[in-house]
């Protein structure tokens, strides 16, 4: 998914949901040096600190740029939110990847050229963590076994009679993804 010239030292993730998770877990595996998770959650930071984040910054109003500092060789977008992604885009340095995991609001859309010069960056939508359904559930099992997924540390279950208190949980962000066990 990354460009071949992108370096793999300095990754930032914006979103910490189940999809940012997965992110962070594989941006872990692939080595690189530096990742630094976003959310407005404090509770899911720490998470993400405990899964590998090496940086964690709690979103309070500031925009991207300022809460990143220094440019990243690549972004990764979890929340579909239009005006993060503008903000994405500019926090990458010349030949960086944005990679965009969160789709986007139907009838929204944002232009390149209102970023000016792109300097080799690029912008790329993934679908299904970018691979082929059978290769990526073999991969993500392998690390799981390995200890290097651990996507169970995402869930939280609960009896099918407190569902309105796992919809509740997850909206706080005090769970990444709430599981209801039905009888």
Not at 52 to 63: F, H, K
């Amino acid at each position: 998914m990354f460009n071949s010239l992108t370096p793999r030292k300095r990754i930032a993730i914006v979103g910490a949901g189940a999809v940012g998770f997965g992110a962070l877990m594989a941006a872990r595996v692939e080595g690189w040096q530096e990742i630094i998770v976003i959310d407005q959650h404090a509770d899911r930071l720490t998470l993400a600190r405990e899964l590998g984040a090496t940086e964690i910054r709690l979103a309070n109003g500031s925009d991207l740029p300022t809460l990143i500092g220094d440019k990243v060789d690549a972004i990764i977008d979890c929340t579909g939110n239009i005006s993060l992604i503008e903000q994405a885009i500019d926090c990458i340095g010349p030949l960086g990847t944005c990679l965009l995991l969160g789709g986007a609001p139907v009838g929204e859309s944002f232009r390149a050229e209102q970023f000016g010069v792109l300097w080799g960056k690029r912008i790329q939508g993934v679908l299904g963590g970018g691979g082929t359904s059978e290769a990526l559930l073999g991969r993500l099992m392998a690390l799981h076994l390995a200890g290097k997924f651990p996507f169970e540390r995402l869930l939280t279950y609960y009896p099918q009679s407190q569902i309105n208190q796992a919809i509740e949980d997850s909206q706080k962000g005090s769970v990444v993804k709430p599981v209801i066990r039905m009888p």
